[in-house]
């Protein structure tokens, strides 16, 4: 429990920024979980343009804070990896 004012007072901006990642990690794991499913379904323009939709979300997240920049990077690079070798064989 905090004691000090200042504890107080970042206890409750740690409560916030805990609710504001969660939103935007669930919100990313969303999307690539569409990816994924399309590239399970083994259709090749279905994952394409869900792939188009995840970039950005999964960027807009590491540059807010709530995931690193290289596990966001590399989170797209596999996804294009997947796509890309969907597209490949069909």
Known sequence: M???KSAEKRNRQNQLHRL???SNKTK???VVKKVLEAV???SGEQAQEALK???PIIEKTAV???IHKKNASRKVSRL???VN???AAV
């Open 53 to 55: 939709l995840a970039i």
């Open 28 to 30: 990313m794991k969303g």
């Open 80 to 82: 294009t990896k997947r």
């Open 64 to 66: 807010k804070g709530s």
């Open 2 to 4: 905090a004691n000090h």
């Open 20 to 22: 504001r990642n969660r």
């Open 85 to 87: 070798a969907l597209l």
């Open 40 to 42: 399970e379904l083994k």
